[in-house]
């Protein structure tokens, strides 16, 4: 395993071992029928890849998302809701506000326990007696069970993913894996011990494993074009002696972007910033990464003496495949979101600069709104609020609205999920921010679906693929 205290030149030693991990087997009866029947459907005209600011497909077509996150990184390791609704009517509810993009959360545990178990997924219901207990993981089997046929009591978790990005497929939405937490729990804070590289619950090795897997896994699905690094890195608490700051990051993302394009080579890589995934600026900007400020990094001793390090996303076969993340919420550290005005000048600064467009009028205020090295995508993963009549006041939200629209910028906001079968140690757990009541039968604020998130997702164009 390697060192917390991983420097550029050190990980990237060990990207020949990560780029080998490949699935233990194939005994999923569904990776290799999907595989053989993939030159069939061509709907979707990948493989993608990027062309300056914009992702395009084959054709070289740009391609602009909008969707939701839908998480399943919670302790049973399945996605939310499906005890509830089938995954045809979860689907069916966001394909009707015009969504084609859903952002998926997985743990890499879910991929440790396959390796833990010689090659083999686990099942539906072991999967939840071992989150729930007893009594409580019977009953949400049986309840998944009845509301979504086919399925038994022994569907393994990657087929039930598989089954459901399948049909996401039919309905023209596009599925991205997201590596949401290590071990599989809420995320995020700085004591969760998913953090940083080599904290408590973030096996930096585990890790290349489990996105070399899942980029491998991916390969039987032409809707999903992308997946994720990691989401929303930042300091940890617990191990302070981790090195959190540019050079390590850089250092184990280019690791982690070489394991996926080893083993997917066509997918696009979704690669996310520091504090929370708010902050790109030292690699859009150019800035020397020993030296680039960010918010409560760790020093590098000597480093003003040192040769500057850039970082140039031309140096990497995985140039074309590069997608740029950002996040932000009211309650972000280190960042202002009290004006629409200086949110946009934040955002510039932060990474929106790699989409080539102009400084927004707050920078005279801010002073920080350097220009980019390359013109690279960048997308808006993660953001929300409430849902309830204070969406349509909010600064924020409204902000982003204007703001991506205005610069055609493809967003997913969080979440679907209007309760959690565990969150926080808590079973059944209601969630305000969600978008589907409780029990997942209709919307939680059905005028914010009507009147903010249609809109919003209509005057965004999105790519439409059947």
Known sequence: MLGPKLLLTTVLAAVTASASYLPPTAEEPHFSEHLSRRSNRTAFHGPYSTQGRDIVDSRGEKITWAGVNWPMSGETMIPEGLEWASAEEILDDIASVGWNYIRMGYAIEMIDQVYDRNGTDVP???????????????????????????????????????????????????????????????????????????????????????ISYVANWAKQHPNIVSMSLRNELRESWNVTNLYYNWDTLVGNMTAGADAIHAANPDILIIWSGMQYGQDLSALTSGKNILTAPCYKCTAIRDAARRDPVVFNLADHAWANKLVWELHLYRMSEDVDTGTCDIIKAGFYRNGMNALGIDAPLACNITNDCPKAVTQTPVIISEFGSAQDETLFNDTLQNCLKEYTIENKISWMMWGVAGSYRIRSGVQGFADTWGLTAPDWTGWQYERGIEEFWKPWTEAMNVTHVV
């Open 124 to 210: 539906l219901e072991v999967a939840l007696i071992n989150a729930l207990g007893y009594v409580n993981g019977t009953k949400v089997t049986n309840e998944i069970i009845a509301k979504n046929s086919g399925w038994t009591s022994q569907t393994t978790r990657f087929q039930i993913w598989s089954d459901i990005a399948s049909l996401a497929e039919k309905k023209g939405i596009f599925i991205s894996p997201d590596v949401h937490v290590g071990k599989a729990q809420w995320c995020c804070s700085h004591i969760d011990g998913n953090a940083w590289f080599d904290d408590l619950n973030f096996n930096a090795t585990h890790w290349r494993r489990g």
